[in-house]
Nanobody
Framework: VQVVESGGGLVQAGGSLRLSCAVS????????MGWYRQNSGIQRVLVAT????????NYADSVKGRFTISRDNAKNTMYLQMNSLKPEDMGEYYC??????????????WGQGTQVTVSS
């Protein structure tokens, strides 16, 4: 199973970015997915999560109303639309996917991260 993020970059404060997280490989079922952010030397912070069907989402208070998490199960891809970006949103964004590869065994797979830089 491979998890690959993309879409990071440099943006001015108030701007927007859309991150993508694509899952490939032997995936029987992709369950919950989500995004974390990590600043250098600081613990990863949960940004947003989404259930398998996409009907339930959860956001950190700091991003509510500005970020939207979504997924396209036909493409095994999750997205994070980030609007009204602030300097405090800056960091390395990691996505994860809880994948069932066979039977009832589920593992959490992580991407390599994508950097988001917000200039003030």
């Amino acid at each position: 199973v491979q998890v690959v993020e993309s879409g990071g970059g440099l943006v001015q404060a108030g701007g927007s970015l859309r991150l993508s997280c694509a899952v490939s490989g032997s995936t029987f079922s992709i369950n919950a997915m989500g995004w974390y952010r990590q600043n250098s030397g600081i613990q990863r912070v949960l940004v947003a999560t989404i259930t398998r069907g996409g009907s339930s989402t959860n956001y950190a208070d700091s991003v509510k109303g500005r970020f939207t998490i979504s997924r396209d199960n036909a493409k095994n891809t999750m997205y994070l639309q980030m609007n009204s970006l602030k300097p405090e949103d800056m960091g390395e964004y990691y996505c994860y996917a809880d994948v069932t590869t066979s039977g009832t065994t589920t593992f959490r797979y992580w991407g390599q991260g994508t950097q988001v830089t917000v200039s003030s």
